[in-house]
T-cell receptor, first 115, second 113 residues
Framework: DTGVSQNPRHKITKRGQNVTFRCDPISEHNRLYWYRQTLGQGPEFLTYFQNEAQLEKSRLLSDRFSAERPKGSFSTLEIQRTEQGDSAMYLC?????????????FGPGTRLTVL | QKEVEQDPGPLSVPEGAIVSLNCTYSNSAFQYFMWYRQYSRKGPELLMYTYSSGNKEDGRFTAQVDKSSKYISLFIRDSQPSDSATYLCAMSADKAAGNKLTFGGGTRVLVKP
């Protein structure tokens, strides 16, 4: 399978616990994006990486959130001290930008439920 | 006001009908326009991608972009029950702005057999 993969697919946790999600982008895609989607809404941008460098973070990304892409391949998104408002689908997308090209391909998402 | 507006629906059509979807936006910097299909509890699937203004056709799907009106459309011909899903429009500015996507809220479409 050469698509974007995300693990775990589902995560149920208690408020106050830490969680970590993983995204494996399409190989050769040097840009990786994280989005959050709540029920009935479109995805909202959180942050993105060009290779291992984190180039932009949304205001949605509070200090409880941290993302890494240590070797420019897979990425992790960690949420510390989870809150019920963190319950959402966390989506990862990747792209190899070319002139005029911006097709972002999404993974299946990680659905987080905070009890 | 949101940067990208999309009617949430639901939009219910009989099988074989044309489905017409649209989005309006306010940011004139947007240059890339995409339509994604999302089934329940799945990730978005890229359907159509358009750069700047114009039309693009791919099988049963036609995407139109009118930058002067800040309005984009997606038409699905000969709709099938398997087309029942949420359709998301998305757009971005140029590569220098990071290509991050701004989405509409999605339109739920139901194609009845």
């Amino acid at each position: 399978d050469t698509g974007v993969s995300q693990n775990p697919r589902h995560k149920i946790t208690k408020r106050g616990q830490n969680v970590t999600f993983r995204c494996d982008p399409i190989s050769e895609h040097n840009r990786l994006y994280w989005y959050r989607q709540t029920l009935g809404q479109g995805p909202e941008f959180l942050t993105y990486f060009q290779n291992e460098a984190q180039l932009e973070k949304s205001r949605l990304l509070s200090d409880r959130f941290s993302a890494e892409r240590p070797k420019g391949s897979f990425s992790t998104l960690e949420i510390q001290r989870t809150e019920q408002g963190d319950s959402a689908m966390y989506l990862c997308a990747s792209i190899r930008p070319t002139r005029g090209g911006n097709e972002q391909f999404f993974g299946p998402g990680t659905r987080l439920t905070v009890l | 006001q949101k940067e990208v507006e999309q009617d949430p629906g639901p939009l219910s059509v009989p099988e074989g009908a044309i489905v017409s979807l649209n989005c309006t936006y306010s940011n004139s910097a947007f240059q890339y326009f995409m339509w994604y299909r999302q089934y329940s509890r799945k990730g978005p699937e890229l359907l159509m991608y358009t750069y700047s203004s114009g039309n693009k056709e791919d099988g049963r799907f036609t995407a139109q972009v009118d930058k002067s009106s800040k309005y984009i459309s997606l038409f699905i011909r000969d709709s099938q029950p398997s087309d029942s899903a949420t359709y998301l429009c998305a757009m971005s500015a140029d590569k220098a702005a990071g290509n991050k996507l701004t989405f509409g809220g999605g339109t739920r479409v139901l194609v009845k057999p």
